[in-house]
């Protein structure tokens, strides 16, 4: 960050990319009180904000409410607020965006609304992908609720996608400590 201020000082121009670097840091590294700070500076420079740089602040927002645990769902409702304002700043989210968003209410518990918004990606005319699909059907098992978990796998499968690994082995844990049935495990082949 000096040397950015040094860069700064000296006259040079800080462009969408340096700005997306910066506050991708501060996102992983969990301080996402600077990394809004700097995106708020980023505006009020000039520097226009591109689907690059709300991917990361959700992306951000979201991850770290996880990590913070459930007392944080604020960070989430901050990345919901966010994800609705991206229209009115000219910007389209797409498979990825949507995708992030719709883990982050995994997360945060509100399944529905998972649900909801990825009904309003289709209707949007953005399709599903693996990575949403595998999100969805991990946070339903998490929940215990497998017939939507079910729905979700034949709709992922319809589409030609395939469970991840991760998925998988949220199946072969559930069954071998008896949380699942063995029937559950075919619809996956």
Known sequence: MRLFRK????????NTVTYN??????????????????????????????IVTYKILLDGLC???????MCNASKVDD????????PSK?????????TIMIGGLCKKGSLSEAGMLCKKMEEDGIAPNDCTYNTLIRAHLRDGDFATSAKFIEEMKSCGFSPDVSTVK???DMLAD????KSFLDMLS
């Open 178 to 181: 008896g949380r699942m049935k």
């Open 21 to 50: 670097t910066l506050i991708q840091g501060f996102c992983q590294s969990g301080k996402l009180n600077v990394a809004k700070e700097l995106f708020q500076e980023m505006v009020s420079q000039g520097v226009h904000p591109d």
């Open 79 to 86: 990345a919901w607020d966010l994800f609705c304002s991206l």
């Open 170 to 172: 949220m199946v072969m």
């Open 7 to 14: 860069m700064c000082v000296r006259g040079v121009v800080a």
């Open 63 to 69: 991850d770290n409410g996880e990590v913070e645990g």
């Open 90 to 98: 000219g910007v389209k989210p797409d498979v990825k965006t949507y």
